[in-house]
């Protein structure tokens, strides 16, 4: 399973593809379970670059964990949560994530 | 200090207009990422795991209160309400948005700073003994040396596509506080035998994966030829280091493949060509800067004696302090004050908006308007009369920046780590937080003595744990964060580069496997006069593994 990230271009802040959009949490991204998906996700990843609307286009790897999406590597665990030395900072910190999580 | 003239001031304001031209372009797609990421890095702006991430020039360290009190408006107008100090004398923003970082620019050129050569394979920003000026021991002030080579290096036509970046690093005393070995060039200056002035040579010091303690390829050279050697080293750097790998391409590389002899030999002979030609350094030139960086008219204050034992009397806490974090000054009524950036438990180099303004204020009020930001993470006010340390202590207690542990177990070197950085494997941080918690006992870390402990969260050694009496360096091994143990590294004048001790340690493994190093030390050390790196060297890995490693070896 894999979703789409990426930084967002005007300020830096992690997104993820989801609904058509690029979302600021990773919870809901839009999953490629398959090569033809994920080769969807890097076409999108790419035009998406190429209108300069993110930076950074990467696939990861992602698990399901209670119906939301969470990220395998502790690389992208981070960037999706926040420095784990600052909870009060990042996605970490927004009420909606907490809820979400 | 240095103040900006003329031509420093249309620089930096050109390069800020020019700068927020190319962010514009850029955020209206005029621009692709590919055209712009050198652009952006020339300016000292890199994308992070979280955001952009903003490094900032403090030309070798030294910043004035007016220039603090900004760094602390932008941590809290543009940022998350903090800063974090680098060990390039340097500071680092975690968040801006790249639409803001016009504005912050134009921010730091109103104090005369900027964040030029921040990055790219260019000359970074020439660092210095963090007490020049103050210490007691110095020949003389190194600045005025880094601020000419500042100068010089300042987008040098010829050295700003080298084939790495290129790192200089200048100390004025016989006690190597600016880790000068660890640089591309490091720069001893020191007097000949007829009381002149010249340097000492290094070259090809340096960390990441390929840690190499710099070569002395020069005894004495004249100041004045301070420009044309250093060009003839970059010449000789640019002609032959190798661009086809990325690994390969820094300095010391060079050195090694060549060898000393031969790699002096074309550096002398490149500098042969130029010694006597328009790179010469005028006398009245060096005095014009020797000028900017003119001491302070520091008075008499000999009512500091007294107050100083009576403060003693007062407060342990105090005295603790004065013993850790103070260290003498060429003028006997005065002292240079360390303020710790690495209260237990905390992140190493950190500040919080609110602290860089009080630290500034206290600046401005006790200490002549002078700081400085140590390569250690540490700030330093260089010039306190001793009559003002118990004033500067309270103040520092009220801002939690009192922490007596300049030099000990828990003033932690530590890179940001996967906590905030694209290119870290593992974490450092949280590491550095738990081994300064485990050794909190300012008793305990004294009984240990100096020790400098380092952690890196990846191969590139931003937290020069090679070189950290203990070093740490965190990779990531199966999924998981592994932390690989060195011993017996140092960056003072007997520079010396860790041994890995053995198999590394979990992340829930490595507070442990610390605390059994430093155990094992203090049983085997023949006084508490014998420092951590003085027993190591005396007695080698041996002990250390088979406190860490014997029980394996016995069951398996």
């Not at chain 2, 998981?480 to 004048?493: C, H, K, M, R």
């Amino acid at each position: 399973m894999k979703v789409l990230t990426a930084n967002r271009l005007s300020d830096g802040i992690a997104v993820w593809y989801a609904d058509g959009g690029w979302a600021e949490t990773v919870g809901h991204a839009d999953i490629a379970h398959d090569k033809a998906a994920e080769d969807r996700l890097e076409a999108i990843g790419a035009a998406a670059a190429a209108n300069n609307e993110v930076v950074d286009v990467n696939i990861i790897d992602v698990i399901m964990v209670d119906g939301l999406v969470e990220p395998v590597r502790l690389r992208e665990k981070i960037r999706a949560a926040g420095p784990t030395i600052r909870t009060d900072l990042g996605k970490q910190a927004s009420p909606e994530t907490v809820r979400a999580a | 200090m240095y103040r900006y003239d003329e031509f420093d001031h249309d620089f930096v304001q050109a390069r800020v207009a020019e700068f927020s031209d190319q962010v514009q372009r850029r955020l209206a797609g005029e621009i692709t990422e590919d055209q712009f990421r050198p652009l952006r890095l020339m300016n000292g702006v890199y994308l992070q795991l979280h955001a952009y991430m903003l490094r900032i020039a403090v030309p070798y360290g030294t910043l004035n209160s007016r220039q603090l009190r900004m760094l602390g408006h932008i941590a809290r107008k543009y940022d998350k309400g903090y800063g974090h100090f680098t060990t390039r004398q340097n500071i680092q923003f975690n968040w801006p948005a790249l639409s803001d970082i016009p504005a912050i620019l134009a921010d730091l050129a109103s104090v005369e700073m900027h964040a030029i050569q921040t990055s790219g394979n260019c000359i970074r920003n020439v660092t210095a003994d963090h007490f020049a000026g103050a210490a007691a021991d110095e020949v003389a002030d190194p600045r005025p040396y880094a601020e000419i080579l500042r100068q010089w290096s300042s987008v040098h036509p010829e050295f700003s596509f080298l084939p790495r970046k290129f790192k200089i690093a200048v100390t004025g005393a016989e006690r190597d506080r600016a880790a000068i070995q660890t640089h591309d060039i490091g720069l001893h200056l020191k007097k000949n035998a007829a009381g002149e002035l010249g340097f000492a040579v290094y070259v090809g010091g340096g960390q990441g994966r390929t840690p190499m303690v710099a070569k002395k390829i020069r005894d004495f050279l004249p100041e004045a030829d301070l420009l044309s050697y250093c060009t003839a080293i970059l010449r000789v750097y640019n002609l032959y280091g190798r661009r086809d790998n990325k690994y390969k391409a820094r300095i010391k590389i060079l050195v090694h493949e060549t060898g000393v002899e031969e790699i002096t030999r074309q550096i002398e002979a490149e500098w042969q060509e130029l010694r006597d030609a328009d790179l010469k350094l005028p006398e009245a030139d060096i005095q014009a800067i020797n000028a900017y960086f003119a001491p302070p008219a520091l008075v008499d204050r000999p009512e500091g004696d007294d107050a100083v034992k009576q403060a003693r009397l007062d407060s342990k806490s105090f005295s603790q302090w004065l013993d850790q974090n103070v260290v003498t000054h060429r003028y006997p009524d005065y002292a240079a004050v360390t303020i710790s950036l690495k209260g237990i438990g905390e992140v190493p180099g950190d500040a919080t908006d609110s602290q860089m303004e009080a630290v500034a204020d206290i600046a401005e009020k006790y200490a002549f308007d002078e700081l400085r930001v140590s390569h250690e993470q540490n700030l330093i006010l260089p010039h306190v009369a001793r009559a003002d340390l118990k004033a500067v202590y309270d103040a520092l207690v009220e801002i939690g920046l009192a922490t007596a542990n300049s030099n000990l177990i828990s003033d932690i070197i530590s890179c940001p780590g996967l906590d905030y950085c694209a290119l870290a494997t593992a974490r450092s941080i949280p590491v550095a937080q738990e081994i300064s918690r485990r050794f909190a006992s300012l008793e305990r870390q004294r009984e240990i003595g100096e020790l400098k402990l380092k952690i890196s969260g990846c191969i590139n050694a931003c937290g020069h744990h090679h070189v950290g009496h203990i070093g740490i360096l965190g990779v990531e091994k199966k999924g998981s964060e592994l932390y690989q143990v060195t011993l017996g590294g140092s960056a003072d004048e007997n520079t010396s580069v860790g041994e890995i001790i053995g198999r590394g340690f979990s992340s829930e493994e490595i507070t442990d496997a610390i605390e059994q190093i430093v155990d094992t030390y203090l049983g085997l050390r023949l006084n508490p006069d014998e420092r951590f790196i003085d027993a190591y060297r005396r007695v080698g890995p041996a002990p250390f593994k088979e406190a860490l490693y014997a029980g394996e070896t016995k069951a398996a």
